[in-house]
């Protein structure tokens, strides 16, 4: 082991030793698991009694900041529970939700996270909301949240939701990650670098609407999927509850896909083609194997002859399917699953294992397990292949490179001296 | 009363909790993202534990998923903030972790596996969804840039 090895483990060790993890993560874990279930699991240690004091104290600087037109809810008090969600409908903040990595959807410039929601809830319910209640703010660490709803005269209630916010640190301001509105289910929400589309089911018995930009909107069905040609912009959903005024909002921003998932698009809207049951948006319900064969045998031309996957799935939202495509030789297809839609896949890429290109800074460099005849070409899309970039020999004891300046989808071929294929499909962003 | 498998993801709870936390955030520098990351990750697992085999392995792969799309997120604001202050800032100056912070999210995800986890090249290419060809590019990449940034 050389010198800077040792250096790199004593640092990360270093580092990593003085993290302290929160000692009720336990207890944040249930709560989050019993949002989702209601399973019961077992309490380790004592439960903590923090958070009614908290609340408390939240309660009061809620009223002291946010004015006349909010007030604290008294959760000791009987609360209507407002139209009945249909069976298996999970309204609020959705399973799918990651308030880590979503992004901003209203930056509050405020350092203080009641003050952040004072603020939101003033710009996009408007003073003239009829008895709007927004419970005190709930912190943990960096991220808090907020529960609201909007009553009838006589404390009927008519909506009710959750506003998640995010602490900024560099900028020192709370931010606005997503709201959600107790009555209406989001199924799922995807933006594939064209459209973004929204799915889901409002049972709150108020009328729904969609900001369709442009200051239009769109009135939306008790169940709704609707998809809005966007660009490759980002793209705010936002789904107002209306009835003369805001009843409601449900609101989190899209961003087209950067990195991964990374062949959403430009692969599967031409393997589409090659479906019958493709969506508009080229993802396929068949099961992941199907989709790697049918890869492999329309688009790349090879001979199946068995797949296998791993027991149990590869991991969350992503399978891999190893394929024998003859002579003792595989191919591995990555494939991750569209998040509206548990069952539709879209394919990541494919590779002979052992043998693939490696691109960064504008330098593909390719990686050959034995010597033979290599090849790179771009795809114009999955049922096409481009112009041939490289010709040449590789050996595994070589380096071969060529520049790469353009992105899309990549394919080298490698025919091996002993007469066998290799074969890389993958996306160069 | 509490499902049979509930006493099985305790215990997989106080064996890898911290564990992960320590890994996650040597990925995206951050305690708190770190944190975050691991109770949904816990999270994931309860979600799918009647159909995974390695519930350790799965929380594992879980932990690198929410490291890689919160990094995604860091990568369209990198423009507008500045490299996120560290939970060990005081430590003091620790150039080589200066160094490993500056490496791409590829790039560092791999170093730890190897130099903190002691993974082998394959089981962390499994982690990243890459190939074990280019987890040994991506370490090579990342020991020279760390190599030549400790020897200025």
């Known amino acids: ?429 | 009363m509490s499902p049979p498998w509930a006493d099985e993801l305790v215990v997989l709870y106080q064996a890898q909790y911290d564990r992960m936390v320590r890994v996650a955030f040597l990925v995206c520098r951050d305690a708190a993202v770190a944190e975050e990351v691991v109770q949904e990750a816990f999270v994931s697992v309860h979600g799918a534990w009647d159909r995974v085999d390695a519930p350790a392995a799965y929380l594992r792969t879980a932990v690198l998923n929410g490291c890689r799309s919160w990094g995604r997120r860091q990568i369209l604001e990198r423009d507008r903030r500045p490299t996120s202050p560290s939970a060990t800032a005081d430590l003091g100056a620790d150039e080589l972790w200066d160094a490993i912070g500056r490496l791409n999210d590829r790039q560092r995800a791999a170093v730890v596996l190897r130099f903190y986890e002691d993974l082998p090249d394959e089981e962390i290419a499994h982690l990243l969804r890459c190939r074990p060809a280019t987890v040994r590019t991506s370490i090579h990449r990342a020991l020279a840039a760390l190599r030549k940034e400790i020897s200025r």
């Open chain 1, 1 to 429: 082991m050389n010198d800077l090895d040792t250096q790199i483990r004593e640092t990360l060790a270093r580092h990593a030793e003085v993290v302290r993890t929160d000692p009720d993560a336990w207890g944040a874990i249930t709560e989050r698991i019993e949002r989702g279930s209601q399973i019961e699991l077992r309490t380790i240690g004592a439960p903590t009694r923090r958070v009614p004091l908290l609340l408390a104290a939240a309660a009061v600087l809620v009223v002291a900041m946010v004015g006349a037109f909010l007030v604290t809810r008294d959760d000791d008090a009987s609360i209507d529970l407002g139209p009945a969600a249909p069976d298996e409908v999970e309204g609020g903040v959705p399973a799918w939700f990651d308030r880590g990595s979503a992004a901003p959807v209203y930056q509050s410039k405020q350092a203080d996270p009641d003050a952040a929601v004072a603020r939101y809830v003033g710009d996009r319910f408007g003073e003239t909301s009829p008895a709007l209640t927004v419970a005190p703010v709930v912190r943990n660490g960096a991220f808090a949240s907020a529960t609201w709803r909007t009553n009838e005269e006589g404390g009927v209630l008519i909506a009710s939701g959750t506003i998640l916010l995010r602490e900024d640190r560099q900028e020192n301001e709370w931010e606005v990650v997503g709201s959600f509105i107790d009555q209406v289910a989001l199924d799922g929400a995807t933006h594939d670098g064209v459209r973004a589309r929204i799915a889901g089911r409002n049972w709150s018995g108020q009328t729904a609407r969609l900001d369709a930009g442009g200051g239009a909107w769109a009135e939306l069905a008790d169940e709704f999927d609707r998809t809005l040609e966007v660009g490759a912009e980002a793209w705010t959903i936002r789904i107002e509850l209306v009835g003369g005024t805001t009843l409601g909002i449900a609101e989190l921003r899209l961003d087209p896909p950067k990195g991964y998932p990374i062949w959403p698009v430009v692969g599967y809207e031409a393997l589409a083609d090659l479906q019958a049951d493709a969506d508009e948006r080229g993802l396929v319900s068949q099961p992941p194997v199907e989709v790697a064969i049918e890869l492999a045998t329309e688009a790349l031309g090879m001979t199946v002859e068995d797949a296998t996957t791993p027991a149990g799935g590869t991991a969350p939202d992503f399978e891999t399917v190893t394929l024998g495509v003859g002579d003792g030789q595989q191919l591995v297809v990555q494939m991750g699953r569209a998040a509206i839609e548990g069952s539709r896949w879209y394919v990541i890429g494919a590779a002979t294992p052992g043998f693939g290109v490696f691109v960064e800074d504008g330098v593909a460099t390719v990686t050959a397990p034995v010597s033979g005849a290599l090849g790179i070409q771009q795809r114009t899309d999955i049922a096409r292949l481009g112009s041939i970039v490289l010709s040449d020999r590789a050996a595994p004891d070589e380096t071969t490179s060529v520049a790469w300046s353009g992105t899309g989808i990549i394919q080298a071929e490698l025919l091996a001296d002993d007469g066998q294929r290799y074969v890389y499909v993958g996306i160069v962003r």
